[in-house]
């Protein structure tokens, strides 16, 4: 099994230059709101969840995952018609989580995380709907399915994703 | 205790921040209208997303013109002979769909009735969508500074798209109908059962609210109502697609499939103005089914005067009915592309007496058919049911529309 144990000595801790920390998530956003537009299964894809993953586990700071995760969920609620905090909630649950995984795994290796991606959205789409049902009264459908083949891509996407944005990566 | 602090530190962060979201949460649930409050938030989002959106789309759009008008244009040429013959089909369409309208006009004007139709619209395009399947909404490159306001009405040539939720000043939130949220007034074509679209949470298109005892038809075209106060009526909505639950439950499901392609849509027309004002049988302004009959005849060259008492018969070469003789001088300058001159003053001073129920100023070929009809001397001959043949021109005419002239027996004479 490719996920293992390190000791927080072990474990590198990453940091970003500011136009990447800016940037990419924009970039995701756009990206989101823009392709489904000409292609609409993209919209199965979370582009800011994988960002959010990413760099809540290369930096593997509870504080910076979690603030960088609500920062995008905010913004991408903001791009919907749906009330403000949905997307904000589930996506700060989800970067607290990579970012505490990340200071213990080694999540450097492919295998490691396709996994943790794949649990990560489903983490992601459980809050987002406990809360939109919850506090919202939206009436959403979930499918077990689905949720899962959509986490499977999401995860093979993320793969890939991150090792383009591993170039992007500044040791501390 | 700050031993504590420290050890919890970042759980204590997380609980704060989600305390902090769930409390905004629940300040917009209170509200009826969370618009206001959390417009801000949504500015800057916005702001800093589409005007990327907007660019890629404008590059695309330009690219992609420079493409098709000026490097590919094979095939244009049969193309453009395709689009004139359909041209000529849609224009006798449009004679015959005029005389329907012209007779929902008098029964409308007869029965008090007021009319709302489109008066204005904008054409914009789409530059992004919300970017997820939990809120099926676009956006569009027109905001306040183009006249867009709330809740107008967004629609494309094949049926309706949604509304505009929220407006920004350079661009708009559209709201699509197979969004959960969304509800539009709609009516089945054919049986007239009312009811209400509403999308599901898996973006299909349902029609609500129709009872299970009545009978519902797949295939069936379904419009909108106009009930809703934001589409106008009469706009296609979709077809039906698949017809459930009539075994159990008050109502049926009724599975609509949208008329306007939702996943893809470019451009879009939103409808600013609706006018609403009494119905009339007078069509001044519009065009008329004459006007375009007058369009696809030739020029008939003046009669010779010839005086024959006023005994208004119409016959070729004389001009003792006036109104016939005038008719006939009635010059289409379509070969031009103007309007014809059809005033009733110059055309046609007096009403024939074969077209007593024209509204005033609708002069034109009507008369000279009816005239055909009832004199096939009277210088337009049919050559066979359906057709009406003219000097240098023949032209085809649906048997509805120019019902006389189908019915005027044939003629060798063609005087003119």
């Known amino acids: ?68 995760g609500a920062l995008i969920g905010l913004i991408q609620d903001a791009l919907t018609h749906r009330a403000i905090g949905l997307y904000g909630i589930a996506k700060t649950v989800v970067g607290f989580g990579a970012s505490s995984l990340g200071a213990k795994l080694d999540v450097e290796n492919a295998g490691a995380r396709f996994l943790l991606t794949l649990g990560f959205y489903l983490v992601h789409s459980a809050v987002y709907f406990t809360v939109a049902r919850g506090m919202v009264s939206l009436t959403l459908d979930w499918s077990w399915s689905r949720g899962v083949l959509a986490g499977l891509a999401n995860a093979a996407v993320g793969v890939a994703l991150y090792f383009v944005l591993d170039r992007f990566k500044q040791r501390t | 205790m700050e031993t504590v602090l420290g050890r919890y530190r970042n759980l204590i962060i997380l609980v704060g921040v989600l305390f902090l979201q769930a409390l905004g949460l629940a300040v917009q649930v209170k509200r009826t209208s969370d618009a206001e409050s959390t417009r801000l938030i949504r500015v800057w989002a916005v702001g800093a997303i589409t005007p990327l959106e907007r660019s890629l789309v404008w590059g695309q759009t330009y690219s992609g013109n420079l493409w098709h008008n000026y490097f590919y244009l094979r095939g244009a040429r049969a193309e453009n002979r395709q689009l004139k013959e359909q041209i000529d089909q849609l224009r006798l369409e449009q004679v015959r769909l005029n005389q329907d309208a012209e007779q929902a006009h008098r029964l409308q004007a007869l029965l008090s009735f007021k009319e709302r139709y489109i008066s204005k619209t904008v054409a914009a395009q789409v530059i992004g969508s919300s970017g997820s399947d939990q809120s099926r909404s676009v956006y569009i490159d027109k905001g306040v500074s183009d006249g867009i306001e709330q809740g107008m009405a967004v629609i494309t040539a094949d049926g309706v798209v949604g509304k505009v939720l929220s407006v920004f000043p350079s661009t708009s939130l559209v709201l699509l109908i197979n969004d959960q949220s969304s509800g539009v007034g709609a009516i089945l074509e054919k049986s007239r059962l009312q009811g209400v679209l509403r999308g599901t949470p898996n973006g299909e298109v349902m029609l609500e609210r129709v009872m299970s005892d009545e009978q519902v038809a797949p295939g069936e075209t379904l419009l909108t109502s106009g009930g809703d106060q934001i589409f106008p009526k009469g706009l296609p909505l979709g077809r039906v697609a698949k017809v459930a639950g009539a075994d159990s439950g008050l109502f049926l499901n009724v599975k609509v499939k949208p008329a306007a392609n939702l996943g893809r849509l470019e451009e879009v027309l939103v409808v600013l103005a609706k006018q609403e004002h009494q119905a009339t049988a007078e069509g001044t302004g519009r065009v008329r089914t004459v006007d375009i009959m007058a369009q696809r005849l030739p020029s008939v060259p003046d009669k010779p005067a010839v005086s024959a008492g006023g005994t208004g018969t119409g016959v070729p070469g004389t001009a003792a009915n006036d109104g016939a003789a005038k008719t006939t001088t009635v010059k289409p300058q379509s070969q031009t592309g103007a309007k014809p001159q059809t005033s009733a003053p110059s055309v046609r001073p007096k009403p024939a007496e074969s077209d007593t129920t024209k509204p005033q100023g609708s002069v034109s070929m009507t008369g000279v058919l009816n005239k055909a009809a009832t004199n096939p001397a009277a210088g337009v001959t049919s050559a066979a049911p359906g057709t009406m043949t003219a000097p240098g021109k023949r032209a085809i005419f649906p048997p509805k529309t120019v019902g006389p002239a189908t019915t005027t027996p044939a003629s060798e004479d063609d005087s003119h």
């Open chain 1, 1 to 68: 099994m490719p996920i293992t144990y390190t000791s927080g000595e072990q474990v590198e801790v990453y940091r970003f230059r500011v136009p990447v920390t800016v940037g990419v998530p924009l970039l995701a956003l756009f990206l989101q709101a823009f392709v489904p537009l000409r292609f609409p299964f993209f919209s199965v894809f979370d582009l800011p969840l994988l960002v959010t993953i990413f760099f809540a586990m290369a930096r593997r700071n509870p504080v910076s995952g979690l603030l960088t």
